[in-house]
RNA sequence: GGCCCCAUAGUCUAGUGGUUAGGACUCCGCUCUUUCAAGGCGGCAGCACGGGUUCGAGUCCCGUUGGGGCCA
C-alpha cells in the first residue's frame, strides 16, 4: 500500500481519556507499521472552547506513550492549518459548492419547531429524524423568511432511497438504508461546519488513507460516505476499533473514575508498560506472548488481527505488566524515573547529587521484583526515605506488641550501635548473633526488626535493607519503636 | 423507541469444520525463604441459549437472550 496516511482527531476538551490513547495508538501502529504517516488534527468545531492549554493535554498524553505525529498544529505539515477552527474558509467553500449545486439546502426551522417535529414523530411511534420541511422551499418563501431575520443552517439533501454500504477492515460490511436518515445538519446557523462535514472535508484535503476511529463513529459513517459522494470525494478505507469498556461494562467514562491519561501517569504506570497493554486490548499478536517491545508490535500490528468485540480495561492486569516492565527495567533508569514522584511527596531532595542517584539505583534494584508501580516506592517502600512511616496492623499485631520485643530491639540497637563494618553480611552476623544469645530462632529478631524498621511485616531481605539504610537512623528507629511499646505494654 | 455492532472462564485473548478448547491476569492450594505483596510448582473456572447445514460445529446460517453503541 503506497503512502499510507491515518489520523488522530481529538476533540481538545481539555483532558485526554484512555479510550482516546487506545484510538490514537492503533492509528498510529498502522501508520509506523506501514512506514506512513500519522497526522494530529484538532476537531474544535464544536464549541468555542479551544483553548491552548486543552491541546497541550492531548499533546501530553500522546508524547507520554511515545506517539510521535508527522504533521499537526505545532509542527505544521503540507495541509496546514491542523486546527479546524482555522480552516472555516475552506468549509465554506465546499457547503457553497453543495448549496449551489442544490446538493444541501438552507433550514429555517428554529430549535422549537424541531423539537415540535420530533415530539409529534415519538408520539407516533416513529424515529426522531428530521421530516425535511425546509427542502423543498421556494426562492420566494426563503427570501420571506430571511426577511424576518430569521437564521437559516445548512442541512445536507440525502438519498431517500437505496442503501449505503461500508466496508470496514474490522467490523465488516455494515449495510444502511437510506430513508431512514434525516437530513443532518452541516453547516451551523453560526456559519461554522457540524462536526460531520468538517471531518469529510478534512479527511480528503488531508489525503488520509485510513480513517481508523471507535466503534462509536460505525453509524456515522453513513453519513460520511454519502457526504463523499455528493462532493465528489474519494473514500477513505475505514476501520473502527472495538470500544474499550469500564468495570462496567460500558463505555469507558469520566465516571468511571480515574480515566485520563496523566491519572495513569500519576498513578506510576510506565508509558512502556501502558503501550504494552493497550496493544493487546482488541489486538493480539497470535502466539501466546504478552510482553511485546514497541518495535515488536509495530512490525506484527495488523488491522486483519483486531478484534470486533469491545474489551474490559482491567486495571489488574495492567498493574500486573507495569510489574513485570519493572523487573525487567534497570535500578539506574527506575531511579531516574521515579525522582519526581519522590520529590513531589517530599520524601527526596531537588538536585541530588550522583552518590544519592547511586544509593536510589540500589533502593529500586532491591524492590523492583516486588513493585508493581512506581509509586510503589513512595507507599510500600516509603521506610527508606523518611522515618515518618506508619506501623501497619499485622506489624503491631504479630510483633511490636509482643512482651519481650522492646528488649529485644534495645539490644538489637547496641549490638548494631557497636557494629563498625555497615554492611548486609555484617549486619545478618549480628542479628543471628543476638538470636543465638538469647537461645531463640533468626526468625524471632528479624521480625520484629522488619517490624519497627518498616512498620511492615512484608519486603525485600532484612538484611539488604538495612544495609541500604543509614546505621544511626536504624538505631534511632528500633530504640522509638521500643520505646513506643514498652510504654503501651500493660506493667507487672 | 428505531438502526447498528458484539458474544470462548470474573477479565484480556488463541482458535478460521475433526483440538484432552491453548496462553495470560485474578483467585485458591502447595513449596522455598528471615517475611510476602517476591520466586518455583500445581489447581478451580469457559465456547450464552435454541434451531438448522454437515459424517462431524466453539468455528457456517437463522432465531432468541444478553451486553454495548449511535440517533434525539
Redesign the pocket.
Known amino acids: 500500500m503506497p503512502d499510507i496516511r491515518t489520523r488522530f482527531a481529538p476533540s481538545p476538551t481539555g483532558y485526554m481519556h484512555i479510550g482516546n490513547l487506545h484510538t490514537a495508538l492503533f492509528e498510529w501502529l498502522f501508520a509506523r507499521h506501514h512506514g506512513g504517516q500519522f497526522v494530529l488534527r484538532i476537531e474544535d468545531t464544536d464549541e468555542a472552547r479551544h483553548t491552548p492549554e486543552a491541546v497541550t493535554v492531548i499533546y501530553e498524553g500522546l508524547r507520554w506513550l511515545g506517539l510521535d505525529w508527522d504533521e499537526g498544529p505545532d509542527v505544521g505539515g503540507p495541509y496546514a492549518p491542523y486546527i479546524q477552527s482555522e480552516r472555516v474558509d475552506i468549509y465554506r467553500h465546499y457547503l457553497a459548492r453543495l448549496l449551489e449545486q442544490g446538493l444541501a439546502y438552507e433550514c429555517f426551522c428554529t430549535p422549537e419547531e424541531?423539537?415540535q417535529q420530533?415530539e409529534a414523530l415519538r408520539a407516533r411511534?416513529?424515529?426522531?429524524?428530521y421530516e425535511g420541511r425546509c427542502r423543498r422551499l421556494s426562492e420566494r418563501e426563503k427570501a420571506a423568511l430571511r426577511a424576518v431575520g430569521r437564521p437559516a443552517c445548512i442541512r445536507f439533501r440525502t438519498p431517500e432511497t437505496g442503501q449505503t454500504v461500508i466496508r470496514d477492515l474490522i467490523?465488516?460490511?455494515?449495510?444502511?438504508?437510506n430513508a431512514?436518515l434525516?437530513d443532518?445538519?452541516i453547516g451551523k446557523t453560526s456559519g461554522f461546519p457540524t462536526y460531520h462535514f468538517a471531518v469529510v472535508v478534512d479527511d480528503f484535503e488531508m489525503r488520509i488513507t485510513h480513517v481508523i476511529r471507535a466503534?462509536?463513529?460505525?453509524?456515522?459513517t453513513q453519513i460520511h460516505l454519502l457526504l463523499q459522494q455528493a462532493l465528489g470525494f474519494p473514500s477513505p478505507q475505514y476501520a473502527?476499533l472495538?470500544?474499550i469498556?469500564g468495570e462496567?461494562?460500558?463505555?469507558l467514562?469520566k465516571r468511571h473514575g480515574a480515566v485520563s491519561v496523566m491519572d495513569y501517569a500519576e498513578r506510576g504506570f510506565l508509558p512502556e508498560a501502558m503501550f504494552n497493554f493497550l496493544a493487546?486490548?482488541?489486538?493480539?499478536p497470535?502466539?501466546?506472548?504478552?510482553i511485546l517491545s514497541r518495535e515488536e508490535i509495530i512490525q506484527r500490528f495488523t488491522l486483519e488481527?483486531c478484534?470486533?468485540?469491545?474489551?474490559?480495561?482491567?486495571l489488574?492486569?495492567a498493574?500486573?505488566?507495569n510489574?513485570e516492565y519493572m523487573?525487567a527495567m534497570s535500578g539506574e533508569e527506575i531511579a531516574r524515573r521515579l525522582l519526581p514522584y519522590l520529590q513531589k511527596q517530599g520524601l527526596f531532595e531537588g538536585n541530588p547529587a550522583p552518590e544519592r542517584l547511586a544509593w536510589l539505583a540500589r533502593v529500586a534494584d532491591l524492590m523492583k521484583?516486588?513493585?508493581p508501580l512506581l509509586t510503589?516506592f513512595t507507599?510500600?517502600?516509603r521506610y527508606f526515605f523518611t522515618d515518618d512511616y506508619p506501623y501497619?496492623e499485622k506489624a503491631r499485631k504479630r510483633w511490636l506488641t509482643k512482651p519481650d520485643t522492646p528488649q529485644t530491639l534495645r539490644a538489637l540497637a547496641d549490638r548494631l550501635e557497636a557494629l563498625g563494618d555497615w554492611s548486609a553480611q555484617s549486619i545478618?552476623a549480628e542479628v543471628r548473633g543476638l538470636a543465638e544469645e538469647l537461645g531463640v530462632s533468626?526468625?524471632q529478631v528479624?521480625?520484629p526488626c522488619?517490624a519497627a524498621v518498616t512498620g511492615?511485616?512484608?519486603?525485600?531481605?532484612?538484611?539488604?535493607l538495612l544495609e541500604l539504610l543509614a546505621q544511626q537512623d536504624v538505631i534511632h528507629r528500633l530504640r522509638r519503636a521500643a520505646d513506643q511499646f514498652a510504654e503501651d505494654l500493660p506493667a507487672d
Open positions: 424541531l423539537e420530533r411511534g416513529l424515529p426522531p429524524r467490523q465488516g460490511e455494515v449495510v444502511y438504508d431512514l434525516g443532518p445538519v466503534a462509536e463513529h460505525l453509524g456515522n473502527h472495538p470500544l469498556l462496567d461494562r460500558s463505555k467514562s493487546l486490548l482488541g489486538w493480539s497470535g502466539g501466546t506472548e504478552e488481527a478484534s470486533a468485540s469491545p474489551s474490559v480495561f482491567d489488574t492486569k498493574e500486573w505488566m510489574g523487573k521484583e516486588r513493585a510503589t507507599t510500600w517502600a501497619d545478618e533468626a526468625g528479624i521480625h522488619r511492615t511485616t512484608v519486603g525485600p531481605s532484612l538484611f539488604h
